[in-house]
């Protein structure tokens, strides 16, 4: 390999002739070997962006050539667009607040400039990483509000996501409205439900996060850039300073504001802090529902098996014919891991000294990687788990007839002693509870089927009114008997 000699306050070191990227990004590839990943792409996107819209507030502001400008601004809109990926060396953990990967996304800009305009790799005189590129910034603003600009991408993607999964589970409420089957409440017998009602609440659960996610974007538009290293804006002209977001939001589409107080954006991270609070309780949800799933299909034999989830691979190396629940499990993982994240952006952002939070890139790749995990765990468990669930109606309509969960909308009609002793009958003689209250002799087969009706069983009121009008008062005539 070639190489070409660049220079630093700390020395000389070689960098591959080829590279895009200089000297501070080679010092911080070989300070930092940590995790073997990358800074996620769509920060990198993000940090090009702000660097396209400085470089044509610095043109506007007279404080950078016409032709170099203009080359940094085309280099940065291919970055953004996703050229020069293999060129962003520098992992996620690091020390800096975001120094390393500022200065990594200035060499590549500056390099790829140089080439524009004519010149070779590695000849700063013609366009500086620093003096050009960086020119009326810090990491300081560029990073925080880079961030924010990826998050806020991410968000809406999430929430359109969100959107489709509620879609989908509002399909199944309609579809499975019909299907009376056994409630559970702490793992024991409850009173009955409808399935369609159980996936209503998993829908009603996923509308929240949607809709949550779609509203907290408000809070990532305010930007502080323009405020330099502390938020005063030190180095920073004034026209710069107000073109600088007008040519952000124009290169974004996003509604993008300079916030009226920089300094608080440039030392407080709470905002990322609140964004994960929400992607975590998005994956609370999510693992509920999952765990909700793979019960209600256990078996297929020995389980419950009250819904059948489709079929995406062989489950076992050793038992034949083993299918495994597994984008249930995957969501679960991906659930925890978010928990995860949260709390470690938490740790982080609580972190800040005085007027920076050094630790910026960790809530950086913790929530993006949150969101991207959610995101794609969202749209896989649409389309190859939630759209394609059956119901086993006779299964439902078995467990049902197996427990003694109806008797409680006899209570009105029995009172709860008596109702009370049937059960207690029930499972002495081993015998169906419908089969006790009919050989009562209280209630007909024909009182049974009006109480026990699927829309009387699952709605406010007491399951059979009209028959308690029509009937009289049977706690009188149990009593009597």
């Known amino acids: 390999m070639q190489y070409r000699i660049e220079k630093d306050l700390l020395g000389e070191m070689k960098v591959p002739r080829d590279a895009y990227y200089g000297i501070h990004t080679a010092r911080a590839a070989g300070n930092f070997p940590v995790s ?3 800074v996620h792409p769509v920060l990198i996107r993000a940090m090009a962006q702000v660097k396209q819209a400085a470089a044509v507030a610095n043109i506007s502001a007279g404080l950078l050539d016409r032709k170099i400008g203009e080359a940094m601004a085309t280099a940065a809109a291919e970055v953004a667009a996703g050229g020069l990926a293999d060129q962003f060396i520098v992992d996620p953990f690091q020390g800096g607040a975001g120094t390393s990967v500022n200065m990594n996304v200035n060499e590549v800009i500056a390099n790829r400039s140089i080439e524009l305009i004519g010149g070779k790799k590695g000849e700063y005189h013609l366009v500086h990483p620093l003096k050009h590129v960086n020119l009326s910034q810090s990491t300081n603003d560029v990073f925080p509000t880079a961030l924010r600009v990826a998050a806020i991408g991410m968000v809406l993607e999430l929430s359109d996501s969100l959107a489709g999964l ?4 509002q399909e199944k409420e309609a579809e499975f409205a019909g299907i009376l089957k056994l409630g559970r409440t702490e793992m024991q017998d ?3 439900v409808t399935l369609g009602q159980e996936f209503s609440a998993y829908a009603e659960a996923i509308a929240r996060d949607r809709w949550r996610l779609y509203k907290v974007e408000e809070r990532l538009r305010q930007v502080n850039l323009g405020g330099t290293a502390v938020g005063t804006g030190l180095n920073a002209d004034l026209n710069y300073i107000f073109n600088v977001i007008e040519e952000l939001r124009m290169i974004t589409g996003y509604g993008l504001a300079r916030s009226e107080n920089t300094i608080d954006l440039t030392q407080n991270a709470d905002v990322f802090v ?4 929400l992607l975590k309780a998005c994956a609370v949800n999510l693992a509920k ?4 799933l793979r019960l209600l299909s256990s078996g297929p034999l020995g389980g419950l098996a009250e819904i059948n989830l489709p079929e995406a691979q062989a489950g076992s190396s050793i038992m034949p014919g083993k299918v495994n629940p597994v984008m249930t499990e995957m969501v679960t993982q991906v659930s925890y891991q978010v928990m995860g994240n949260d709390q470690v952006i938490a740790y982080a952002a609580s972190s800040g000294q005085l007027e920076l939070n050094a630790f910026l890139p960790l809530i950086a790749h913790n929530l993006l990687q949150s969101l991207e ?9 649409n389309e190859k788990c939630i759209k394609g669930i059956k119901a086993d109606e006779a299964r ?3 467990w049902l007839e197996e427990s003694h969960s109806y008797i409680t909308a006899l209570v009105p009609h029995l009172g709860y002693d008596l109702a009370a002793g049937m059960v207690r009958e029930a499972m002495i003689k081993n015998k169906r509870l419908r089969e006790v209250v009919l050989a009562s002799g209280l209630l007909t087969v024909e009182d049974l089927e009006e109480i026990l009706a699927p829309g009387e069983l699952t709605r406010p009121g007491v ?3 009209g028959r308690l009008k029509k009937g009289g008062d049977l706690n009188e005539r149990g009593r009597a008997e």
């Open 166 to 169: 509620q879609s989908a589970l």
């Open 373 to 381: 995990l959610l995101n794609n765990a969202v749209n896989i468990f």
């Open 190 to 192: 409850a009173v009955p």
């Open 463 to 465: 399951a059979g009114a």
């Open 289 to 292: 529902i999952a765990g909700d």
């Open 274 to 277: 609140e964004v994960s609070g």
């Open 396 to 398: 439902c309509r078995r």
């Open 36 to 38: 073997g990943m990358k």
